[in-house]
C-alpha cells in the first residue's frame, strides 16, 4: 500500500518504520496540545517543564537524555520557556554547565497543565485500552533502544575508520 492509500484509509498506515512513527507522533502530539490549550503549553513545553520539575532542576545534558531530544530543539524550547518566565537558569558550581529550574510562575502553569494532560492521557488509554498500551510501550522500547544501539555503533565506526 502507497503512503497516499495510508492516508486515504486510517486504519492502515504507511509500511515506512519512519514515516509511521511520525504519522502517529503527530497525530497524538496534537491531541496533546489541544488539550494543553488552556495553560497555555504545548506537548513539548508540558514534557519540559515536567521533567525539570521531577528533578527540581536539570541541566542541558539531562534534558537530552530523559527526552531524547536534540539540542537544537531543546534548546529552542529552554528558550521560549524562560521568555515567557516559566524557567530560569540556576546558578552551577561548573559555570559552562546551563542547570535550568522553574519558576513560581512555571509550577503554577504546571499545576493547570497536569489534570488537562492527565485527561488526554486517560482518554487515549480508554480508547487504546491499558493492555494494548502495555504492549505498545513495550514494542516501543524496543525500537527505541534498537535505533539507539545502531546509531551509537555507527557513529563510533565512523569515528574509527575517519582515524585510519
Not at 539540542?71 to 524550547?77: D, F, G, I, P, V
Not at 546509531?151 to 565506526?157: A, N
Request: charge should be positive; glycine fraction near 4%.
Amino acid at each position: 500500500m502507497t503512503d497516499r492509500a495510508a492516508r486515504q484509509d486510517p486504519r492502515r498506515l504507511s509500511r515506512c518504520v519512519c514515516n509511521t512513527l511520525r504519522m502517529v507522533t503527530r497525530t497524538v502530539t496534537r491531541l496533546y496540545d489541544d488539550a494543553l490549550r488552556p495553560s497555555g503549553l504545548r506537548a513539548t513545553q508540558f514534557s519540559i517543564l515536567a521533567t525539570i520539575a521531577g528533578k527540581d532542576e536539570a541541566n542541558l545534558k539531562q534534558l537530552e537524555d530523559a527526552l531524547a531530544i536534540d539540542q537544537t530543539t531543546l534548546t529552542r524550547s529552554l528558550n521560549l520557556l524562560e521568555r515567557d518566565r516559566l524557567i530560569e537558569r540556576a546558578p552551577h558550581p561548573d559555570g559552562r554547565i546551563k542547570a535550568m529550574r522553574l519558576t513560581p510562575k512555571g509550577r503554577r502553569t504546571l499545576d493547570v497543565a497536569r489534570p488537562l494532560w492527565a485527561r488526554a492521557q486517560d482518554k487515549v488509554l480508554r480508547e487504546l485500552g491499558a493492555k494494548a498500551w502495555d504492549d505498545a510501550q513495550r514494542r516501543l522500547t524496543r525500537v527505541f533502544h534498537v535505533v539507539v544501539s545502531k546509531r551509537r555503533y555507527g557513529s563510533r565506526r565512523r569515528r574509527v575508520s575517519s582515524m585510519t
